[in-house]
């Protein structure tokens, strides 16, 4: 895979990665992993659209995380990306650093977990590096995408007066991270097995939305995903359009597994809508788009809440039951 | 920087960092870093050229090297792939994991040496991802290039019977590496202080042959850039030709400096000939194309060595002073 040694020449590992990943780039442009650079004539009329993101062991996944997932979750949280912009998948890079002690096993379930999810979303493996590290586990994508010229989604173009969207449910992965870190918190004593397996898969296995990127460049003003909280996510939307919002928090769509969970512990909802990694789309658009817009959605089988509206001024207001304001201790999460 | 919490609206790193880089992404599909993606137009009838390579710190390079000088390799090794390719860089996306100890001034140094290489070759900072890393500094680049469709030079189409060439000169990065690793050996005792200072020089801070990008795409057959040593990449060039090489080891291009070192400890030959961290270009062309190469590669200060010639079957020779065939304990070195 390039400069760093995956091309066959060099030490058994090398060799061992060039077996693993090769396969994967079926690509003509990635020329089997076997030159320096990948090749790829960009569709006439697209602008392209670049993201990535990386991720290490013990901050953004658990070291003991299945490696497969692992690999999923590298490239899922940048195929979201993709989704929020519009865009459709061209293909992604990737490079990982890989500790003294992942065996051989460990690189072919990671090997095999990225191969089944490119085909899956149609993002074809063009080239990359791997390296090793003494310290943890890394993982670094590039996803490439297109959009017709000019229409890629930003979160820049909201207006005042128009609708605040969000997919699918919110919630969930933050829950099943506070789940993995301590499972014995009261929130989930009444959940059941299914739920609890639920909120898991949620926080490991993100759900890109690129079945919605067109109907986001047909309809949606400004889109994000939700990766690092609803609420610290949505402000950070509101404040590159510049305008306000108000959200009412019992409009927020939570699954059953998370209602239970709030419902034992209400301190949990602040997790929900703080927690990130939802991986959702947060979309903002005329009151006249929704109901086109969700018609796609729900053909693909996402749901899509209307949240709240946008507003004159600056600054993200939640509104609780009742219409007291909620005051969140911290609007969003920051791996950093 | 997307997804990864350098938009601005988490912590005092995060802000920390949107104000060291979003200064550095002038180019407007960057959005000032403050989407989750980048947009770009790419030129009209060209074709992509993209490569991506990691470094970690303590495997490609010190813990103790420059701030600035790491960045400036991270990015050099990149545009180095994209030259050898025959492509203009488009510009690059950034990750990289910062661990506990790493201080504000080392992060305002790194984005410093990376703002003005990106300038100095043309490759704006489109977008990228910081995150936190218990282990060690690890900076990956994607890099995006062009060539007029279907004009990449690869690897794969080197001819029986032409010239094998090199540019600049070889060895000087492997030998400043073994210079740092061991100042005392027997080599380096007669070199005096400017000659030291040029090995270590090359070892940190590589030169892409951007220069050379248009009339590799002109005049080479088959290019790649010299990263893991001459013997093993030339080795790997020729192989994924289909073809066979010879050269002459007295012919191989040396600065004063590397002349010197080896005239002293003639085992530091075999270190400059499969040491790596060149990033000189190796490209197989037509002998009549050899004057017309040679010509812009002189206008732009660059040397071109012709080392040898390709031949029919398989393997590459490398012949010593006196015929003899040289044997290589190992052909290149593998970070990996």
Redesign the interface.
Same mark, same amino acid.
């Given at each position: 895979m390039?400069?760093?040694?995956?091309?066959?020449?060099?030490?058994a590992?090398?060799r061992l990665?060039a077996r693993l990943f090769a396969p994967l780039a079926r690509h003509p442009g990635a020329?089997g992993l076997?030159?320096?650079?990948? !090749?790829? %004539?960009?569709p006439?009329g697209h602008? +392209?659209?670049?993201?990535?993101?990386?991720?290490?062991a013990?901050?953004?996944f658990f070291p003991d995380d299945p490696p497969a997932s692992i690999a999923r979750k590298a490239l899922r949280?940048n195929l979201?990306?993709?989704a929020?912009?519009g865009?459709d998948p061209l293909?992604v890079?990737?490079?990982?650093?890989?500790?003294p002690g992942m065996d051989e096993a460990a690189l072919v379930a990671f090997a095999r977990g990225l191969g089944d999810d490119c085909a899956a979303y149609g993002a074809p493996l063009?080239?990359?590096?791997?390296?090793?590290?003494?310290?943890?586990f890394?993982v670094?994508i590039?996803a490439?995408?297109t !959009?017709p %010229?000019g229409r890629?989604v930003?979160? +820049?173009d909201a207006k005042v007066g128009q609708a605040i969207v969000v997919t699918g449910t919110i919630g969930d992965a933050a829950l099943g991270l506070a789940l993995r870190l301590d499972p014995g918190r009261a929130g989930f004593a009444g959940l059941g097995a299914a739920d609890l397996a639920f909120l898991k898969d949620r926080y490991l296995h993100p759900r890109p939305r690129l079945v919605l990127s067109t109907a986001l460049r047909e309809h949606a003003s400004a889109a994000?995903?939700v990766?690092?909280g609803l609420v610290?996510?949505l402000?950070?939307l509101l404040a590159?359009s510049g305008v306000a919002g108000r959200i009412e928090a019992a409009r927020v769509p939570l699954s059953a597994a998370a209602r239970a969970a709030i419902a034992a512990e209400p301190a949990l909802l602040e997790t929900a809508l703080t927690g990130g990694d939802d991986y959702e789309i947060l979309a903002v658009m005329p009151e006249d788009r929704l109901d086109a817009f969700g018609a796609v959605a729900t053909a693909a089988g996402v749901g899509v809440t209307v949240l709240g509206r946008t507003l004159g001024g600056q600054g993200l207001t939640v509104e609780a039951a009742g219409g007291a304001t909620m005051v969140l201790k911290q609007?969003?999460f920051?791996?950093?």
């Open positions: 390039g400069a760093g040694g995956t091309d066959g020449g060099g030490s590992e090398d990665i020329l076997m030159d320096d650079a990948a !090749v790829i %004539a960009p006439p602008d +392209l659209v670049l993201t990535k993101d990386a991720l290490v013990g901050v953004h949280v979201s990306d993709l929020a912009k865009a293909g890079l990737l490079a990982f650093a890989v500790p063009l080239g990359g590096d791997t390296v090793r590290t003494p310290g943890p890394t670094s590039t490439l995408g !959009v %010229a890629m930003t979160r +820049l994000m995903d990766s690092d610290g996510d402000a950070k590159a609007q969003s920051s791996h950093f």
